[in-house]
Nanobody, 126 residues
Framework: QVQLVESGGGSVRPGGSLRLSCVAS????????MAWFRQAPGQERKFVSA????????IYADDVKGRFTISRDDEKNTVTLQMSSLKPEDTAVYYC???????????????????WGQGTQVTVSS
């Protein structure tokens, strides 16, 4: 059974940085695209970033491009989201997700992903 466990969330001031991690288990990590989504209170879940099963390419939502960086460590079964220059509007629960299709292409739609973590809260406030 595929399991995704996120960590690294917390509270930070505007302009600060956080590093989110997601550890996957239950199947070979290297064959699957990974993604991050976020959901703010009262809003739908939105795409943040994704990384191909091979590590490249990567894609980002326009509002995080240049501030967030996604990466993967296949030896540690981990996908990481490095977030910098954080803004109050980045406040949300951040979710890690993966697809059920081996070697499948990255997608930026939540319905394309089959497995989800429990989420980690990120709060950006002064």
């Amino acid at each position: 059974q595929v399991q995704l466990v996120e960590s690294g969330g917390g509270s930070v001031r505007p302009g600060g940085s956080l590093r989110l991690s997601c550890v996957a288990s239950g199947r070979p990590f290297t064959r699957y695209a990974m993604a991050w989504f976020r959901q703010a209170p009262g809003q739908e879940r939105k795409f943040v970033s994704a990384i191909n099963w091979s590590g490249a390419p990567t894609i980002y939502a326009d509002d995080v491009k240049g501030r967030f960086t996604i990466s993967r460590d296949d030896e540690k079964n981990t996908v990481t989201l490095q977030m910098s220059s954080l803004k109050p509007e980045d406040t949300a629960v951040y979710y890690c997700a993966t697809r059920d299709m081996a070697y499948g292409v990255m997608k930026n739609r939540a319905e394309s992903y089959d497995y989800w973590g429990q989420g980690t809260q990120v709060t950006v406030s002064s």
